[in-house]
């Protein structure tokens, strides 16, 4: 009996794990190569940006065309934010092994992955991927009592974000 339980927790560990790979690599294969709306205008700005030298009269923040230069230059810049997702949940799951049971985290990842916003945010160049990935790391360490690791990601969401100073810091 107990042998079984074992076998059948390994299992339904491995089964979730591999319903995170697969869903890792469906974001991964679904790309849209057209940027409308916000996305776009980050876009132009990023190539404005490294045609002029300057930096243009856009009304979203720099942060993220800033952060996605490499990904610019090596000519993938569409996955940047499928990039900054998968950091993010190995930034995660780093951060709250020690606090949440094996479990809950797969759990966790898995709601990220599936029943969020990312699945969309990760297709475009839009700005809520950085901002919210960068919150929630730094909101994870904050509940490990690591003010000083927290702090560059909460300014580097906010400062993505600026709208979000002020929740920040109720």
Same mark, same amino acid.
């Given at each position: %009996?107990?042998? #079984?339980?074992?076998?059948?927790?390994?299992?339904?560990? +491995? +089964?979730?794990? #591999?319903?995170?790979?697969?869903?890792?690599?469906? &974001?991964?294969?679904?790309?849209?190569?057209?940027?409308?709306?916000?996305?776009?205008?980050? +876009? %132009?700005?990023?190539?404005?940006? !490294?045609? *002029?030298? *300057? =930096?243009?009269?856009?009304?979203?923040?720099?942060?993220?065309?800033?952060?996605?230069?490499? =990904?610019?230059?090596?000519?993938?810049? *569409?996955?940047?934010?499928?990039?900054?997702?998968?950091?993010?949940?190995?930034? $995660?799951?780093?951060?709250?092994?020690?606090?949440?049971?094996? $479990?809950? @985290?797969?759990?966790? @990842?898995?709601?990220?992955? =599936?029943?969020? &916003?990312?699945?969309?945010? *990760?297709?475009?160049?839009?700005?809520?991927?950085?901002?919210?990935?960068? @919150?929630?790391?730094?909101?994870?360490? $904050?509940?490990?009592?690591?003010?000083?690791?927290?702090?560059?990601?909460? !300014?580097?969401?906010?400062?993505?974000?600026?709208? #979000?100073?002020?929740? $920040?810091?109720?």
């Amino acid at each position: %009996d107990r042998y #079984m339980f074992k076998r059948t927790s390994l299992i339904d560990n +491995l +089964l979730q794990w #591999m319903a995170l790979a697969i869903g890792l690599v469906c &974001l991964l294969l679904i790309r849209r190569s057209i940027q409308i709306g916000e996305g776009g205008t980050r +876009l %132009d700005a990023l190539e404005y940006l !490294v045609r *002029t030298h *300057t =930096f243009g009269d856009i009304k979203y923040s720099y942060v993220g065309p800033l952060l996605a230069l490499p =990904f610019y230059f090596l000519g993938i810049v *569409t996955y940047f934010n499928f990039g900054v997702f998968c950091l993010g949940l190995l930034c $995660l799951g780093r951060v709250l092994r020690p606090i949440l049971s094996s $479990l809950e @985290l797969r759990i966790f @990842l898995l709601l990220l992955v =599936f029943g969020s &916003l990312f699945p969309f945010s *990760t297709k475009e160049f839009y700005g809520e991927t950085v901002s919210a990935v960068s @919150l929630g790391i730094g909101a994870a360490l $904050l509940a490990k009592d690591a003010e000083v690791w927290a702090a560059p990601w909460l !300014v580097i969401g906010a400062a993505n974000t600026p709208a #979000m100073v002020v929740p $920040l810091t109720l």
